[in-house]
T-cell receptor, first 117, second 116 residues
């Protein structure tokens, strides 16, 4: 049963600390998405990768957030330094984008619940 | 730019009753439309999608939705709900063509609570 996995599932940290969230996309998928979910803003797209290249990170605060794909099996989202307003659930999703296909379905991981004190 | 409005933040219903969750969107281009379900402490799961063709779309777990272009709506329905349908439901839209159709814009969600 292929699934997107995310670690850690929960993270509590203090303001100013670095936070790294990891995502393992479904094997063979070539697109990765990072979303943030909060009560106030709902679900927001932070970053989009295709074939490990960042194609859209317009939703990500550039000063403290960074997203990378060191290899096809790992995507990371880093916050440095973290702030209380970063408290949210962060979801990773992956999909298979085929040439000529109208769209690609996104398969979501279970999320990382981040609390910054 | 696109936007999605889910008109009800919470919908309580009794088991075996019908339910409709409402979704309206705005877009200047053709769109694809989606409904996702999120169970507690889990990620989102695709329920159904409209890309083109028949405006009545059937999904998993007995749900269906109807695309109404003139009313810019994509309401989700189920004729008889179960306790296990209790979850949050999200409507989403993407551009129907072009390079940005990977980008989903989500509504704020509707919490469906099914009571015995």
């Amino acid at each position: 049963d292929a699934r997107v996995t995310q670690t850690p599932r929960h993270k509590v940290t203090e303001m100013g600390q670095e936070v790294t969230m990891r995502c393992q996309p479904i094997l063979g998928h070539n697109t990765v998405f990072w979303y943030r979910q909060t009560m106030m803003q709902g679900l927001e797209l932070l970053a989009y990768f295709r074939n490990r290249a960042p194609l859209d990170d317009s939703g990500m605060p550039k000063d403290r957030f960074s997203a990378e794909m060191p290899d096809a099996t790992l995507a990371t989202l880093k916050i440095q330094p973290s702030e209380p307003r970063d408290s949210a659930v962060y979801f990773c999703a992956s999909g298979l984008r085929l040439a000529g296909a109208p769209y690609n379905e996104q398969f979501f991981g279970p999320g990382t619940r981040l609390t910054v004190l | 730019a696109q936007s999605v409005t889910q008109l009800d933040s919470q919908v309580p219903v009794f088991e075996e009753a019908p339910v409709e969750l409402r979704c309206n969107y705005s877009s200047s281009v053709s769109v694809y439309l989606f409904w996702y379900v999120q169970y507690p402490n889990q990620g989102l799961q695709l329920l159904l999608k409209y890309l083109s063709g028949s405006t009545l779309v059937k999904g998993i777990n007995g749900f269906e939705a109807e695309f109404n272009k003139s009313q810019t709506s994509f309401h989700l329905r189920k004729p008889s709900v179960h306790i296990s349908d209790t979850a949050e439901y999200f409507c989403a839209v993407s551009e129907g063509s072009g390079g940005s159709n990977y980008k989903l814009t989500f509504g704020k969600g509707t919490l469906l609570t099914v009571n015995p």
